[in-house]
């Protein structure tokens, strides 16, 4: 399975909506799709699993949805603390693919 | 809180062997799969192995198998990942992970290995 994300740089501002692709070469099975965070100079954090549940203590502004081959991770309000770099990965199968990734930065 | 913090990185020949640690605590490691993910300078994340509670059963991507070895000591709450003949493909930061199922929750800091001569 190869994860394809999209944009691979997305530039907006802070209080923006920003909208993260993930399209899987062959269906996930069971939905077993994670999105990750990861800030400079710091270890990823999980935020979504099983394509829409949050993770614990991530924020509602998070959401996750699609299914299949197309998934989407969605910020409702840009926070200075999201400006990051986004990977989705199908932890379902071995390998356990990632993403590429996508960067958010500030406009 | 859950710590895991590895350790045993470092710069390495190529073709040469290195092994990293991980402790775990405020985490009982024994509890579920465990995971080496790793990240080359500037790229993206990869998967590397993983290893069921027991250890019986243990899975690897294909760049590494025949030379890493994943492996845990449960009673030391501890995960290894025996490296040899190393290539300058795996340089990268390598992370020890605490699975639940075989998502990826607890993530420690990461070690760098570097195989260069």
């Known amino acids: 399975v190869v994860l394809t994300q999209s944009p691979v740089t997305l530039s907006l501002s802070p209080g923006e909506r920003a909208t993260l692709s993930c399209r899987a070469s062959?269906?996930?099975?069971?939905?077993?799709l994670a999105w990750y965070q990861q800030r400079p100079g710091q270890a990823p954090r999980l935020l979504i699993y099983?394509?829409?549940t949050r993770a614990t203590a991530i924020p509602d502004r998070f959401s996750g949805s699609g299914s299949g081959t197309d998934f989407t991770l969605t910020i409702s309000r840009l926070e200075p603390e999201d400006f990051a770099m986004y990977y989705c990965?199908?932890?379902?199968?071995?390998?356990?693919?990632f993403g590429q990734g996508t960067r958010v930065e500030f406009k | 809180e859950v710590q895991l913090v590895e350790s045993g990185g470092g710069l390495v020949q190529p073709g040469g062997s290195l092994r990293l640690s991980c402790g775990a605590s405020?985490?009982?490691?024994?509890?579920?799969?465990m995971s080496w993910v790793r990240q080359a300078p500037g790229k993206g994340l990869e998967w590397v192995a993983n290893?069921?509670?027991?250890?019986?059963?243990?899975y690897y991507v294909d760049s590494v198998k025949g030379r890493f070895t994943i492996s845990r000591d449960n009673a030391k709450n501890s995960l290894y990942l025996q490296m040899n003949s190393l290539r300058a493909e795996d340089t990268a930061v390598y992370y020890c992970?605490?699975?639940?199922?075989?998502?990826?929750?607890?993530w420690g800091q990461g070690t760098l290995v570097t195989v260069s001569s």
């Open positions: 099983d394509a829409s």
């Open positions: 405020g985490f009982t490691l024994t509890n579920d799969w």
């Open positions: 990965q199908d932890y379902g199968i071995i390998p356990k693919p």
């Open positions: 992970v605490g699975d639940q199922g075989w998502l990826h929750v607890n």
């Open positions: 062959q269906s996930v099975g069971n939905n077993y």
């Open positions: 290893i069921k509670q027991d250890g019986s059963d243990k």
